[in-house]
């Protein structure tokens, strides 16, 4: 199957720093790509859609000048977590889907998020 | 809001079949049926999807009942790799985006 990659796994940052965290498709262009969140033992959230070359689509309670989306190109998404809390913290996973390969979307291994 | 129901935990003997059920009453008629699992701190992976005929992969199976609104994904021979979060997913067959439900967690037992 197609191959998306995240970076960095994880990560510790302070509150109030930003982090970045990168989404790759490693074998395919994607010009959408998805953004969840997942906190412990809780299911996955999709907090926004990404779209390349063109602003990202938040779901209803995301605050979009918190996270910051980017995708400026077709294998590549970012998402930023500006001014970071510990109530961030979290397991951040992206997904895109290979254009004309099937209907499955591809995961990334995901991002755990710590911010003490 | 997800539009499935399963049920939030299943226990299955290393070995033996997994059945696992979904309902899903409310699809609509151009939405298909994917199943996905999440092995602990991992990213989902798929494992298959149908739309109205029964399916079948190396992975699994899934039954589709005729008025669709329900399913269950058959592990035919479970092992201790296969424990994980199970989600069943409803979605028109060109989205990318997905809805998670809670899922089931099925635990393979030596």
């Known amino acids: 199957g197609a191959v998306v990659s995240q970076h960095p796994s994880w990560v510790i940052c302070k509150s109030g720093t930003s982090v970045k965290i990168e989404c790759r498709s490693l074998?395919?262009?994607?010009?959408?790509m998805f953004w969840y969140r997942q906190f412990p033992k809780q299911s996955l959230m999709l907090m926004a859609t990404?779209?390349?070359?063109?602003?990202?689509?938040?779901e209803q309670g995301v605050e979009k000048d918190k996270f910051l989306i980017n995708h400026a190109s077709l294998t590549l998404s970012t998402l930023t977590v500006t001014s970071a809390h510990p109530e961030d913290s979290s397991f951040y996973i992206c997904?895109?889907?290979?254009?004309?390969?099937?209907?499955?979307?591809?995961f990334g291994q995901g991002t755990r998020l710590t911010v003490v | 809001d997800a539009k499935t129901t399963q049920p939030p935990s299943m226990d299955c003997a290393e070995g033996r079949a997994a059945n696992l059920p979904c309902n899903h009453s409310?699809?609509?008629?151009?939405?298909?049926v994917y199943w996905y699992r999440q092995i602990h701190s991992q990213g989902p992976q798929y494992i298959i999807h149908?739309?109205?005929n029964n399916e079948t992969n190396e992975m699994a199976s899934l039954i589709i009942t005729e008025d669709r609104k329900s399913s269950t994904l058959i592990l035919p021979h479970a092992t201790l790799r296969d424990t994980a979060v199970y989600y069943c997913?409803?979605?028109?067959?060109?989205?990318?985006?997905?809805?998670f439900g809670q899922g089931t967690t099925l635990q393979v037992k030596p």
């Open positions: 990404s779209n390349e070359g063109s602003k990202a689509t938040y």
């Open positions: 997913i409803v979605r028109p067959y060109n989205t990318g985006k997905l809805i």
């Open positions: 409310t699809i609509s008629g151009n939405e298909y």
């Open positions: 997904s895109a889907r290979p254009p004309g390969q099937g209907p499955e979307a591809f």
């Open positions: 074998d395919f262009q994607a010009t959408t």
């Open positions: 149908g739309l109205k």
